[in-house]
């Protein structure tokens, strides 16, 4: 799944822009600029909570065209004390998705070569880690990084995860009669063809992963160790030095089975069949990501989509832009808010997860409330 989605070559996130409906699928923040609006108000808010802290890096696990990380910006260019205290920080391992959001958050509409300041690496241990950076049109800097722990360390963080849990590799096991076994991909010299296999025996990814499971009722569980460390590494950094993470997925409290699937053209595709032309994802287990989090941070949730997005004002939101639409326009943002909400569209399927550092007992995040 790794190979298959970022293989530096060839992976199917590396050389092409795959979303919308030109893409593969459609995510959130393309549907509609409210839903990246209401994530920054729910940003202006937690950093308000904080103290409003005089510096705050924002950090985006896989941004994709980087639409939400804009729509955000915007809203803290509303707050002239935030949009001060703000820099932007992109984890993504692709790079011409790296050059869309750039363009997406500079402006720069021409298709030649941009400027920026780009440094190769490997990086030595006193040099900046990220391997490029520009000005936003909104004011605060943006940074490139490859991956999360080349994110500095010493400033408060807050962290966002739109469909980015879902993209990590997973492991399959299966219950059999002789036990746990882990789901495997062969090739079939006859067929010519990958298929799916059993391992004979317990395999070490069995004996490590599944020892938390071993009450589980379910006979087919996934668990991806990577989502566990990346979720590990946000809870540490909001525990030593504080701050906020809000990830937002599909996904499932811990009682789904076989959800590994593939995505081509708005369709489903077979994910053994020409591997690197089709998304590749599996629904976040939100209970595991809570219990890898851990006890020195606080976590909330999930909460569906539908209820984050009431919470946080949508209804209030679209009033507001209907408002001053054009008939078009008017009809895009009630689509947009119906495919957003809706229990039978993304309302319910989608689910977001705080994580904060321990405060008083009765503080619960914005749009973690239910405000019936
Ligand atoms: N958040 C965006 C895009 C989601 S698609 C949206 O909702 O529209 C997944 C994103 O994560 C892409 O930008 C992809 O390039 C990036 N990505 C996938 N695996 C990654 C990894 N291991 N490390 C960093 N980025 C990754």
New binding site residues.
């Given amino acids: 799944m790794?190979q298959v989605?970022?293989n530096p070559a060839m992976g199917y996130?590396?050389n092409k822009d795959?979303?919308g409906t030109k893409g593969d699928f459609i995510?959130?923040?393309?549907i509609s600029q409210m839903f990246g609006e209401l994530v920054g108000i729910w940003f202006v808010n937690e950093w308000m909570q904080i103290g409003s802290p005089s510096s705050i890096q924002v950090v985006?696990?896989?941004?994709?065209?980087g639409?939400?990380a804009d729509d955000m910006l915007r809203v803290f260019s509303k707050f002239p004390q935030m949009k001060e205290s703000v820099t932007c920080h992109l984890?993504?391992?692709?790079p011409t998705?790296a050059d869309i959001q750039q363009r997406k958050l500079t402006g720069s509409t021409g298709s030649g070569s941009i400027s920026s300041d780009t440094i190769s690496g490997p990086f030595g241990s006193n040099e900046p880690h990220y391997y490029k950076s520009c000005k936003s049109k909104y004011g605060p800097e943006v940074f490139w990084y490859?991956?999360l722990s080349d994110v500095p360390r010493e400033k408060v963080s807050g962290f966002i995860?739109?469909?980015?849990f879902d993209?990590?590799p997973i492991h399959k096991f299966q219950k059999t009669q002789h036990g746990w076994r882990e789901v495997l991909v062969d090739f079939d010299l006859n067929k010519s063809s990958l298929s799916f296999v059993l391992s004979p025996t317990p395999t070490a990814a069995t004996v490590a992963y599944l020892k938390m499971c071993e009450t589980d009722e379910r006979n087919h569980i996934e668990v991806s160790p990577?989502a566990g460390v990346v979720v590990q590494e946000l809870a540490d950094r909001i525990q030593s030095e504080g701050g906020f993470a809000l990830i937002a997925d599909y996904g499932h409290n811990g009682d789904k089975t076989d959800t590994f699937r593939g995505f081509k053209n708005h369709k489903l595709h077979d994910v053994l069949v020409e591997p690197g032309s089709a998304d590749l994802t599996a629904d976040v287990d939100f209970s595991y990501l809570t219990k890898m989090a851990g006890k020195n941070v606080k976590t909330f949730g999930p909460v569906t989509q539908n209820e984050f997005l009431h919470n946080m004002g949508i209804g209030v939101r679209l009033q507001m832009l209907l408002q001053n639409a054009t008939l078009e326009a008017r009809k895009d943002l009630i689509s947009g808010y119906k495919m957003l909400t809706s229990p039978d569209q993304m309302g319910e399927r989608f689910k977001f997860l705080a994580i904060l550092q321990h405060r008083g007992q009765d503080y619960n995040p914005a749009g973690f409330t239910s405000l019936q």
């Avoid at 985006?60 to 065209?65: F, Q, S, Y």
């Avoid at 984890?91 to 692709?94: A, G, I, K, N, Q």
């Fill in positions: 790794k989605l970022v996130y590396i795959v979303f995510t959130s923040p393309e985006e696990l896989g941004p994709g065209r639409t939400m984890v993504e391992v692709s998705l490859r991956s995860a739109h469909e980015f993209a990590l990577e």
